[in-house]
């Protein structure tokens, strides 16, 4: 089993920035895709960002590009998400997924997934 353990949520004004850390423990970290995704009171659970295995491809939903930056460090079993410019639409849980093999968007082929840290932002 691979477990996920994300931090960093917290409360801030529109505008701000926060930084999300997903740490993973009990599997090979290093060979799993990481996906963000949130999810918004009432609100399907979206992609947010990913990255492959080896942290060199990443791939973004449209309404994130240019604001967020996803990123991980294999030697940390760690994967990060910087959120600049946030806006208070971007209030949500976010969570953490892993998957053994290539990066996806889809939240049904991801198969770990951490319990989510609430991001609150204030406009």
């Known amino acids: 089993q691979l477990q996920l353990a994300e931090s960093g949520g917290g409360l801030v004004q529109a505008g701000g920035s926060l930084r999300l850390s997903c740490a993973a423990s009990?599997?090979?970290?290093?060979?799993?895709?990481t996906g963000w995704f949130r999810q918004a009171p009432g609100k399907e659970r979206e992609f947010v960002a990913a990255i492959t295995w080896g942290g060199v491809g990443t791939y973004y939903a449209d309404s994130m590009k240019g604001r967020f930056t996803i990123s991980r460090d294999n030697a940390k079993n760690a994967v990060y998400l910087q959120m600049n410019s946030l806006k208070p639409e971007d209030t949500a849980v976010y969570y953490c997924a892993a998957r053994y093999g290539q990066l996806s968007d889809l939240r049904v082929e991801y198969d770990y997934w951490g319990q989510g840290t609430r991001v609150t932002i204030s406009s």
């Open positions: 009990g599997l090979t970290f290093s060979r799993y895709a």
